[in-house]
């Protein structure tokens, strides 16, 4: 048996959606990655309540799609698991780019990266890698890849906001001090840590709050 796994390059296609229009009035442009298990299209439904002429929001979609148990009927999807992650990582990366250079966002918007659950580690690892200068960098209930370091965002000057849910399914009181202490050993002052009394879900009062 000469089993070998091979490595190939080609062209693919993904989606991504947005939200209201980019006008002259339009003072913040978010870049919002989705949590696994969501779609981009469904994702951008928490940010209906934001200004429509002021925020503008461009969702982008995890390439890896999924039935949902255990009906297996609706579609969800997934950025990243344990498998071939570093190459995964860098065709999100590329993914991202193309987004950005659809979309030409104008220098004198505000922009800020929102990852929510999952969608942090690509949000923090696009920021990271891209060096992108963002005026707001929000992590809402989920972790810093391990491999990211000071120096990856040593460039940084954005406001940092880490959200999560004191009452989250996910956390405990080990990884809330551990993911904490990560944020302030990146971060600085430039960090601000909100808790809030919940679970694993999106905190639409606190992002709304961000503008």
Not at 64 to 91: A, D, R
Not at 152 to 168: C, L, P, Q, R, W
Request: aromatic share 12%; net charge neutral; with cysteine.
């Amino acid at each position: 048996m000469n089993l070998e796994e091979k490595e190939i390059s080609y062209t693919t296609t993904n989606s991504y959606a947005t939200l209201n229009t980019l006008t002259d009035k339009t003072k913040h442009v978010w870049f919002v990655c989705h949590g696994m298990g969501y779609l981009s299209r469904y994702f951008l439904r928490y940010f209906s309540g934001l200004n429509a002429d002021e925020n503008y929001l461009i969702a982008p979609q995890a390439q890896s799609k999924y039935y949902i148990p255990p009906k297996f009927k609706h579609v969800g999807s997934s950025w990243l698991t344990k498998e071939n992650t570093l190459k995964e990582t860098e065709n999100v990366l590329r993914y991202f780019d193309a987004v950005f250079e659809a979309e030409q966002i104008p220098e004198d918007k505000n922009l800020i990266v929102l990852g929510y659950s999952q969608g942090v580690s690509v949000a923090t690892r696009y920021v990271a890698k891209r060096k992108i200068a963002c005026s707001q960098l929000v992590l809402h209930s989920g972790g810093i890849p391990k491999e990211l370091t000071t120096n990856d965002f040593s460039f940084i000057n954005a406001k940092v906001t880490m959200i999560y849910g004191n009452e989250d399914e996910y956390l405990n009181e080990k990884r809330i001090l551990h993911e904490t202490q990560r944020a302030k050993e990146l971060f600085g002052a430039n960090l601000k840590i909100i808790p809030f009394e919940g679970k694993h879900i999106v905190n639409v009062e606190l992002i709304h709050a961000l503008v």
